[in-house]
């Protein structure tokens, strides 16, 4: 099974600050990553595919790079609406997983 | 418009079964993969199962292999959960995923979820 581990769990940053969070495989996965963002009360949302592809309707602000087994989400110029959890998820062999969620608190 | 509608969540005793179904519109169904992820209350996202287009692919999580079987009905655009020895440790909500691809499980991505259905076992 491939283990994602996120880095932080949680974190509280203040609006127009630049966020990074970091997704680290147990084994190469190419670029078969993809990361979420989940709202209170609210299904999770596709924000970024295959590691750094952008999605319809999703904010430019928001960015994904990487490849093998180290990934990052970026969010620049962070927004109160961007208060939610982030979820970074292999596809690449069976079974799927997913990263343990990282938590952004806006202060 | 994308819509899938999950059903069949409740309160069910350890031990016993539930089936959880999930109604699909706006896309063709039978030209795409679809999962179910499960999320404990407070927790994380856990994959559960998976499904190709035809069926010919499906896969599950260890931890609910040999408890919990997938299938689907392209006739009736509909996925189904059949969950039996439930578990306290089954309690979660579960989501309904579309992937962007058909012939496999692995590969894609989940473009569309549900709103979920709730799934309590507890005596």
């Known amino acids: 099974e491939i283990v994602l581990t996120q880095s932080p769990d949680f974190q509280s940053v203040t609006p127009k600050e630049k966020v990074t969070i970091t997704c680290r495989a147990s084994q190469s996965i190419g670029s078969s990553l993809h990361w979420y963002q989940q709202k209170p009360d609210q299904s999770p949302k596709l924000l970024i595919k295959y590691a750094s592809q952008s999605i319809s309707g999703v904010p430019s602000r928001f960015s994904g790079s990487g490849s093998g087994t180290d990934f990052t989400l970026t969010i620049n110029s962070l927004e109160a609406e961007d208060a939610a959890a982030y979820y970074c998820?292999?596809?690449?062999?069976?079974?799927?997983?997913f990263g343990q969620g990282t938590r952004l608190e806006i202060k | 418009e994308v819509q899938l509608v999950e059903s069949g969540g409740g309160l069910v005793q350890p031990g016993r079964s539930l089936r959880l179904s999930c109604a699909a519109s706006g896309f063709t169904f039978d030209d795409y993969a679809m999962h179910w992820v499960r999320q404990a209350p407070g927790k994380g996202l856990e994959w559960v199962s998976g499904?190709?287009?035809?069926?010919?692919?499906?896969g599950y999580a260890d931890s609910v292999k040999g408890r919990f079987t997938i299938s689907r009905d392209n006739a009736k655009n509909s996925l189904y959960l059949q969950m039996n020895s439930l578990r306290a440790e089954d309690t979660a909500l579960y989501y309904c995923a579309k992937a962007n691809k058909g012939i496999t499980i692995f590969g894609g991505i989940f473009d569309y979820w549900g709103q979920g259905t709730l799934v309590t076992v507890s005596s």
């Open positions: 998820h292999q596809s690449s062999s069976l079974p799927i997983t």
């Open positions: 499904i190709s287009w035809n069926s010919g692919s499906i």
